[in-house]
Every structure is written in structure tokens, then in C-alpha cells.
């Protein structure tokens, strides 16, 4: 759901100044299925390459995926926010930077606007995510799903379960994502086979 709009947004000439100031630092590997965490809140993380979902510690809800470039840890520079972690999907290089030795580096390079941008990047993708999940109807979240999952097939060449997709990023129950997806297959809104989304046509507002 995030996908898409963060890709729109994303502000890439900033992400790269900030990404190319922190060259000299030392970079690790990380495997899939790695964990970047923050429970050590003295650490930036610098994502060079690869791709990471960010998942909520309390109960493991991914909240958005990241390819390319990403800074993770930005809201411990002054706060103790553990509660999320990032869950490395391909090999992905990382440069992790103490906080305070970051901050520097933003003052000497004089980065702090660009950094302001970034932030002001995350704020949008999780307002985005609270205006399509908060208080909304589970059919407008699986409806704004479906939109994200058909275009990442078309343009991303993804391979999606659409069932597992929905899952993995709301708390609605399986039962209810079938049941919807069933009834948009019954009124022919759209084609899934075998979990894959064939074809999709303009979904209704209301269910």
C-alpha cells in the first residue's frame, strides 16, 4: 500500500547526498532474512543497496519495504524508539554510524536540510498508511491493496500471493480477505488464480 506512494515521493537527490557524505564508513553484508535493529539506539543505519521490510516489534506487522537506499534509526537520534526493526529481503548493504558522530557529519557537510527532507518523507508514507488503515472498512483496505499488488505485478514484474500480500501488512484475518477477494471474483471485478492477481478492473467504492 505504501509502495507506490513512497516511490512518488521519495526524495532521491536528497537520499543520495546523505547516503554519498557517509562513503568512508565501514559496510557489512546482511543475508535475507537478517535483522537491522535498533535496540542499540547509539547506531544510524545507512542502507547502501538491497531490500528491507520494516516490521512493528509488538506484534511483527510489516508496516512498509524499502528497495534501495534508506536511512534507518533517524528516531533514535533523540528519543529510545525500538519498536521497530528492519528485515533484510536480499542482500543488502549497510553502513551503521554512531548517532552522534552522524549528526556531525550533517552539521560539517551541512546536510540537515536534506535530512529534513527524509524525515519529512517517512512522516508521509505513515500518514499514508494510518489514512488507508485507521477506522476504514476492511473492503477499502483490501481495495487499496489490490491496486498496490496490481501495480507492482504490471510494473515491478512482482510474483504476489495476493492472500499472503494482504496479510502480511494489515491485521485483518485471512477469513475476511477471502471472503472479499471472492465476492470481487464473483462480480467478476477481478481474476486471481492459484493466489495470483490476473487481472483487475476498476474496483467499487463501496462493498
Request: hydrophobic content about 40%; charged content about 25%; overall charge positive.
Amino acid at each position: 500500500m505504501l509502495s507506490i506512494y513512497a516511490k512518488k515521493l521519495r526524495p532521491q537527490h536528497e537520499m543520495e547526498a546523505i547516503i554519498s557524505a557517509t562513503s568512508g564508513f565501514e559496510e557489512k553484508t546482511l543475508k535475507k532474512w537478517q535483522k537491522i535493529s535498533t535496540s542499540d539506539s547509539q547506531y544510524i543505519h545507512i542502507i547502501v543497496s538491497g531490500e528491507v521490510e520494516f516490521r512493528r516489534e509488538s506484534d511483527e506487522l510489516c508496516m512498509f519495504t524499502v528497495t534501495g537506499q534508506c536511512i534507518f534509526g533517524l528516531a533514535a537520534m533523540y528519543y529510545n524508539a525500538t519498536h521497530m526493526y528492519g528485515l533484510v529481503r536480499a542482500n543488502t548493504v549497510v553502513r551503521s554510524i554512531k548517532k552522534e558522530v552522524f549528526a556531525q557529519l550533517m552539521t560539517d557537510k551541512n546536510l540537515w536540510p536534506e535530512l529534513t527532507k527524509v524525515l519529512s518523507w517517512y512522516i508521509c508514507m505513515l500518514s499514508k498508511r494510518d489514512d488507508v488503515l485507521v477506522a476504514r472498512s476492511a473492503y477499502s483496505v483490501v481495495r487499496e491493496f489490490l491496486y498496490e499488488i496490481n501495480d507492482l505485478i504490471v510494473h515491478h514484474q512482482r510474483d504476489i500471493n495476493i492472500y499472503d500480500y494482504i496479510q502480511e501488512y494489515t491485521n485483518l484475518a485471512r477469513s475476511t480477505i477471502i471472503k472479499i477477494l471472492s465476492d470481487l471474483k464473483k462480480g467478476q471485478y477481478i481474476v486471481v488464480e492459484k493466489g495470483r492477481l490476473l487481472n483487475l478492473t476498476t474496483l467499487p467504492e463501496k462493498y
